[in-house]
């Protein structure tokens, strides 16, 4: 062997056996995640059709609601802190995620859905997967640094598992951590993760198909009645983000006990389905998704409804993830908008599934792909302006994970949306 050779083999291999190890746990971390999100898939379908059966199980909500806040007031007041503890894990190098979150919220998510609470799946796929890449990250003995590196892998596992759109996981992983110095480190274990998860997942699971819509024609006008309905869902975000953590606020100053809170969410869940008279805002609702981006049979209050019933649950400290719940709102409020503004319903239903969850999560470019993942590659540009515009409208000192870090400009320093909430209230 050549001195140079010599040379660039020492400078190189340190970095390139890092490398390595890293595609090989992710694709570790994505074949656990793929395995464990497919059973917890399962898990929900068949609750959902037990409850879609037996209509009146809603009633024990309260009572599902009282049995899950003793236990986390009992042994999860870490875990309930869901993908907020994991953000800070990943982006503080704060304490471990505590082993017991991932049954938890495993559990807890099939409770509430078999109930009929308005929650998500997406915060315990994430969860899930989160402690997953810890785990592994223990078991092989490796440092603080790759910890965090591989939990990163373990949420893109976790999300494309759940959703069945890896590249959008991917981003999404790196995109919502915001780990300036990571964020590229993490591609060799993040990328594998998704993409493993994705195919173990659908090995067992079928997930939601969804068709592409009709693209209108390129014009002027047709980039203004954009712009309109980016303005409709940032607003329709911060509304969301308002409500819950108003909810959140008054119940956390009047009340400390998650059992409390969470049997009071039940019982408002209960009075909103006997004043509504049906059970389609329960659950994930993914009937109306799929009717919201393919039809034009969308009532005009369908998304105010699921915002109700999603708020009283998630602000009171049920499990599961908002970011089904958004996705069903903002493919209806898309929808309605469409027909509003004289565009297609069904188009704009598609922009606004992604777009509104895109505004919330602060995460716009993952969006616009995911975008291109469900309904087709020709929908990404018009996906991309709605989700960053709504994004921006929506304000990135907003967000549904407070842990989350966004740059202030003001302070020139990376703070916490916990943290700017509370400037925003002082001021």
């Not at 709504?390 to 020139?412: A, C, D, P, V, W």
Request: hydrophobic share 50%; charged share 15%; aromatic share 10%.
């Amino acid at each position: 062997m050549t001195p140079t050779r010599k040379i660039f083999y020492r400078s190189h291999m340190p970095f390139l056996k890092k490398v390595v190890i890293q595609i090989i746990l992710g694709a570790i971390i994505g074949a656990l995640c793929g395995l464990i999100i497919a059973f917890f898939l399962f898990c929900l379908e068949r609750v959902t059709d037990i409850r879609v059966d037996n209509s009146s199980i809603v009633f024990a909500l309260p009572l599902a609601g009282l049995a899950m806040g003793l236990v986390y007031d009992k042994w999860g007041e870490l875990a309930i802190k869901g993908n907020n503890l994991v953000l800070s894990a990943i982006q503080d190098h704060s304490q471990p995620l505590p082993r017991r979150m991932a049954p938890m919220v495993f559990i807890a998510t099939t409770i509430s859905h078999l109930f009929g609470a308005s929650v998500g799946r997406e915060g315990a796929a994430v969860q899930i997967g989160a402690v997953v890449a810890q785990a592994t990250s223990q078991v092989t003995k490796l440092g603080k640094d790759y910890r965090h590196i591989l939990m990163m892998g373990g949420v893109a596992g976790g999300f494309a598992a759940a959703f069945g759109a890896p590249l959008a996981a991917t981003i999404f992983a790196l995109e919502v951590s915001h780990q300036r110095k990571n964020q590229l480190r993490a591609l060799p274990a993040v990328l594998p993760a998704a993409f493993i998860g994705n195919y173990v997942t659908r090995l067992f699971i079928k997930h939601a198909h969804f068709s592409a819509p009709k693209i209108p024609f390129v014009s002027i006008l047709l980039i203004l009645k954009l712009l309109a309905l980016s303005l409709v869902i940032g607003a329709f975000c911060i509304v969301f983000i308002e409500v819950i953590h108003c909810i959140k606020k008054h119940l956390a100053k009047h009340l400390k006990s998650h059992a409390v809170k969470m049997t009071l969410g039940g019982l408002a869940t209960v009075l909103l389905y006997l004043a509504v008279g049906n059970g389609i805002y329960l659950g994930l609702g993914s009937t109306i998704i799929a009717k919201a981006v393919s039809s034009t049979n969308i009532a005009w209050n369908t998304f105010l409804l699921k915002l109700a019933f999603t708020s009283v649950v998630l602000g009171s400290g049920f499990v599961g993830g908002e970011v089904t719940p958004l996705f069903f709102m903002g493919a209806t409020l898309g929808n309605v908008a469409g027909k509003a503004l004289r565009l297609s319903p069904q188009f704009c239903g598609a922009l606004g599934l992604c777009a509104l969850f895109s505004a919330a999560a602060n995460t716009p470019l993952a969006l616009s792909v995911l975008a291109a993942e469900l309904f087709g590659i020709e929908i990404l540009p018009y996906a991309a302006l709605v989700c960053f515009l709504g994004t921006i409208i929506s304000s990135e000192k907003r967000g549904i994970y407070l842990t989350q870090r966004i740059f202030h400009h003001g302070r020139n320093d990376w703070l916490t949306l916990e943290e700017l909430q509370q400037i925003r209230d002082d001021f």
